[in-house]
Nanobody, 123 residues
Framework: QEQLVQSGGGLVQAGGSLRLSCTASGFAFDYYAIGWFRQAPGKGREDIACISDRDGTIHYGDSVKGRFTISRDNAKNSVYLQMNALKPEDTADYYC????????????????RGQGTQVTVSS
């Protein structure tokens, strides 16, 4: 089955850390750039981090620069989002997705999307 499966997330106090994982199965993961996105209730989608398929290009949204780190392990078909110094405003549903390219500040989702995971940061 072709899919992206997420793990991680949950409830954390402000200043804490969480790591999200996004693991692919059923398709050639290493040919895809991956993006992490989030959406809070009543707000639009925010593009927060992306990583290219092979050349290591990475971009971050302004709101998470210096706090979040995206990485990937193609041998494990996985992408990770390490989130440090979390703030209440980081509370949202987070999801990973394949994207056409990790370029610029807006990334266009392609074929696959994870199921989403809730991150809640308490003050």
């Amino acid at each position: 089955q072709e899919q992206l499966v997420q793990s991680g997330g949950g409830l954390v106090q402000a200043g804490g850390s969480l790591r999200l994982s996004c693991t692919a199965s059923g398709f050639a993961f290493d040919y895809y750039a991956i993006g992490w996105f989030r959406q809070a209730p009543g707000k639009g989608r925010e593009d927060i981090a992306c990583i290219s398929d092979r050349d290591g290009t990475i971009h971050y949204g302004d709101s998470v620069k210096g706090r979040f780190t995206i990485s990937r392990d193609n041998a494990k078909n996985s992408v990770y989002l390490q989130m440090n110094a979390l703030k209440p405003e980081d509370t949202a549903d987070y999801y990973c997705a394949t994207i056409y390219a990790c370029q610029g500040s807006t990334w266009y989702q392609s074929h696959y999307r994870g199921q989403g995971t809730q991150v809640t940061v308490s003050s």
